[in-house]
């Protein structure tokens, strides 16, 4: 759902997680239960982050008060004592899943999830690329206790684990890699409501680590990285709109470090740093205007650079209500950011890692501004919503250098970066209807995401390698008795890439020469889903059905990237477009719900 509103880049095979704005995935804060999540995206972006049916409660929005430049997505359990035992189970040819909530008293609950994808059992035979295998595979796992006291108090206790494994291989070249990367995640939280005023306390715990282990025939190297995230939260809400919050964490990181079983490795590099962050925001009405002044002050240090920033980041967001002539929202501030996460795609792969503000950049700092017009009409049966957004950036990173370069040459992070300033700007339009037996929406959204380098290896503005000038989205459901028909199209321009200008064998050694940095864009991205689903009749607490999908239905071959490669026929390297492994992924699932 959130991956097709205006304002955010659908994803594509060669793209994970969100963009929003033309903000990098980095700059959107992901919330489990109040806690931040790094890196969730699956490989190519494929599945969905979380198991959605332990997770039933979802909150996002463009933008968010907090450390973090981009968006914010929120996912919570349910805050419900159940009154019996129940739960989901989906069974398929692509994942499977299951959830199940049972009382352990009429104040206590616990509610375990597990889910595992197939993809390698069932399209074994299919997942190839150039004729060289591919595997992929997940396997993530939730668990929440609930405890209510009473009608004022919630104490929830929240474990999430996930694992992705892969595996590639492209023969022609003598290449190999083979990675896992996942993510733990710890907390307790307690939440009171009442006399007017609610409270949040939690503590946690969460990590991310990656596992990646390179080959070439001549070289072979690991490149471990992981970021672990410790952390306390306390939220108190007032009377008259005065909202406060505080925070404090401690970050423990290590950016990619890759150390190769010949004398090309890298020292391994490792970043301690503490945030402090208070902020304060009260709503004010007057007559149909709400006026929201909100301040943030942020404390950051990094023990191996010996840099501290102290930062008061202010916003302001005015919104006008004109009744049955819709209502008008203008927001801006100013937002600073102390992690950076950077690799060489953005599509889940493990070699992508986090690092710190202050040994290689500063703090990332935005000035933003945003306009946006809603309207319900047709008795609230639709709606229309518009808005333009312009954001300047100042330290933003861009990874220019390549995978085949961490075999053959010194590893220097600042080498392979560019820190440079940046602009994205836009507008979006949708158009939804929200009830009736046809319900969906279409969307467009042109946006720019611009960079500027430091004017000698990139005198000019370049395109970041997530930029969709224009994308248009349409979605439709339709219930037709038992029947749920469902189906989304998107269309989108393609995404830049940096060309090959030649490629060399040495020794048995890739040695690549690239032109100018996403000088050139893949051809443009088109895809039709369709799903179909049958709700059998119920039988007692049994609701079950069965759905039918087809994902990619026209058989639009995608590219996944343009490379070079070489002709042994001819003796000479050409261009070959790389798409998406399966062309066409049919699938049936049995769902149920006790």
């Known amino acids: 759902y959130v991956q097709s509103l205006p304002g955010v880049s659908t994803n594509s095979e060669n793209t994970g997680g969100l963009h929003v704005q033309g903000s990098e995935t980095s700059h959107n804060l992901i919330l489990l239960s109040d806690v931040p999540v790094y890196g969730p995206a699956h490989l190519l972006g494929f599945f969905s982050m979380f198991n959605q049916d332990h997770f039933p409660n979802v909150g996002f929005s463009l933008s968010d008060k907090s450390s973090f430049l981009g968006g914010r997505l929120s996912l919570d359990p349910s805050d419900t004592i159940p009154t019996g035992a129940g739960g989901t189970a989906t069974v398929g040819l692509i994942s499977g899943q299951g959830t199940v909530t049972f009382p352990l008293s009429d104040r206590s609950a616990l509610t375990m999830s597990v889910r595992r994808s197939f993809i390698n059992t069932f399209y074994r035979g299919l997942l ?35 694992l992705d494994k892969g595996f590639c291989n492209y023969g022609d070249y003598g290449i190999s890699m083979d990675a896992d990367w996942g ?24 990590r991310s680590h ?49 150390m190769i079983m010949t004398n090309i490795s890298a020292d391994p590099e490792h970043e301690q740093a503490l945030l402090g962050t208070a902020a304060v925001q009260r709503r004010f009405t007057l007559g149909d205007l709400d ?48 992690l950076n996460q950077t690799g060489m795609t953005d599509c889940g792969l493990p070699v992508e890692f986090w690092f710190a503000a202050g040994p290689h950049n500063d703090a990332q700092e935005a000035l933003y501004a945003s306009l946006s017009y809603d309207l319900l009409f047709g008795g609230g049966r639709y709606s229309l919503s518009l808005q333009t957004y312009g954001k300047h950036l100042e330290n933003q990173v861009e990874y220019t250098g390549f995978l085949f370069d961490l075999l053959t040459h010194p590893y220097d992070l600042d080498r392979n970066i560019t820190v440079c300033s940046g ?4 507008a979006s339009v949708m158009l939804s209807r929200q009830s009736g037996r046809l319900t969906g929406w279409l969307g467009y959204s042109f946006g720019r995401s611009l960079r500027q380098g430091d004017g000698v290896r990139f005198p000019k503005l370049f395109p970041s390698s997530h930029e969709r000038m224009h994308e248009f989205n349409a979605v439709a459901n ?26 060399y064998l040495i020794s048995n050694c890739v040695i690549v020469d690239y032109g100018e940095y996403n000088s050139i864009r893949l051809n443009p991205y088109m895809r039709l889903d369709l799903s179909a689903t049958c709700n059998f009749n119920r039988k007692g607490r049994l609701d079950h059905g069965i759905n039918l999908s087809v994902y990619n239905a026209t058989c639009h071959y995608n590219e996944v990237l343009q490379y070079l490669n070489y002709d042994p026929d001819a003796g000479t390297f050409c261009y070959s477009k790389a798409h998406f492994m399966v062309p066409v992924i049919p699938s049936i699932s049995y769902f149920c719900r006790f």
């Open 478 to 503: 339709w219930k037709n008795g038992r029947w749920d028909f469902g189906a989304s199209f998107v269309l989108a321009q393609g995404q830049p890439y940096t060309p090959a200008n030649c490629m």
């Open 291 to 338: 006026i929201t002044p909100s301040l943030l002050f942020t404390g950051y240090t990094e023990k191996s650079s010996g840099k501290a920033y102290f930062n008061p980041d202010p916003s302001l967001e005015l919104s006008y209500d004109m009744y049955n002539r819709g209502s008008l929202t203008l927001e801006g501030g100013r937002k600073h950011q102390y």
């Open 128 to 162: 190839s690329f150039e004729g060289n295998p591919i595997r992929f595979g997940f396997t993530d796992a939730n668990a929440t206790f609930l405890y209510k006291p009473d009608a004022n108090n919630t104490l929830d206790i929240n474990l999430f684990y996930g």
């Open 423 to 426: 602009y994205n700007y836009g």
């Open 210 to 258: 990656v596992n990646a282990h390179l080959v070439q025939e001549a070289a072979e190297g690991v490149m471990p990285s992981h970021i672990h995230h410790y952390g306390a939260k306390f939220q108190l809400v007032l009377p008259h709109a005065l909202q406060m919050d505080f925070e404090a964490s401690y970050f423990d990181i290590e950016p990619q470090s890759p």
């Open 183 to 206: 993510n733990t995640l710890t907390s307790a939280r307690w939440r009171h409501r009442g006399h007017g005023i609610s409270m949040s306390t939690s503590v946690f715990m969460s």
